[in-house]
């Protein structure tokens, strides 16, 4: 009679799955990057500081990828991230332009430091905000409002990669470096729109360029790092006007269609 007995079923483990974890993993790998690039910046090894800060990016991207690709954003990884953000592309860039620059205006030059942080700030309380908020059409969510943290950064410790090139050559002027900061400050805070990667789609017939450019950047990465990313930086810079065109256009079309549709629009005669 043992052989009809019914077996009780066994209690499956409750957790929470590795994959949902790996993005929160990536976010941790990019805030101890960020915060390395500190110490580096007070040892004066200004390339290494740079660098961290570029490897934050990478993890950054990485973990929004992959929280896309694997289905496991939640509410704690976008905290998890904004609070990494700031301290990424925040607080890290201005100290480090301060001690490669700003300190030698005493203790004004630790205001640009400030104003940078305190807009990175604003610039991700608004985003987290923002996020809860579907009144946008369709068309805007390709674009920023104003320009994302991990840019500002990148435009912030611009003059540093360009006298990794050239060489100082007046990149490492503290009214220079402090104009570039408060200029990083205000993009991030405005309503500029910037274009935004991660739903741009690419036609068929530009895969194979694309794949080349990918790859071309990547071999510039490897032989040429601080070129690469100064060329980057400038096609970055370069693209910001352009994206406030398409912006307007896409604007422009979008109230012709509603005037055309609307309900006070005339209805044709037959």
Known sequence: MALFRRRVPRQRFKGLPINRMIPNMLTLFALCAGMTSIPFAVQG???AAVAAICIAAVFDWLDGYIARLLKSS?????????????????AAP???????????LGAGGWLPALLYAMCAALRLARFNVA????TLPPW??????????????GLAIL????????????????????????AAAGLMVSRVPTYS???????????????LAIGLFAAG?????WLTLALIGLVYLASLPFGVLAYRRLERMAAEIQGTVGPDAETPKP
Do not use: Q
Not at 94 to 104: A, E, M, N
């Open 221 to 225: 990465i490897v032989v040429m790092p």
């Open 197 to 211: 990667l991660k739903k741009i789609k690419v036609r068929n017939v530009w895969v194979l360029p694309m794949m």
């Open 94 to 104: 201005g100290i480090v332009v301060y001690f490669w620059s700003l300190h030698t």
């Open 131 to 134: 996020i809860d908020e579907p």
């Open 45 to 47: 090894r200004w390339e």
């Open 74 to 90: 939640s509410r704690f990884g976008a905290e998890l991230d904004s609070l990494s953000d700031f301290l990424c592309f925040g």
């Open 159 to 182: 003059p540093l990669i360009f006298s990794f090139v050239i060489g100082d050559a007046g990149f490492r002027h503290p009214l220079l470096t402090a104009a570039v900061l408060v």
């Open 140 to 153: 805007a969510f390709n674009f920023f409002s104003g320009v994302p943290s991990p840019g500002g950064a």
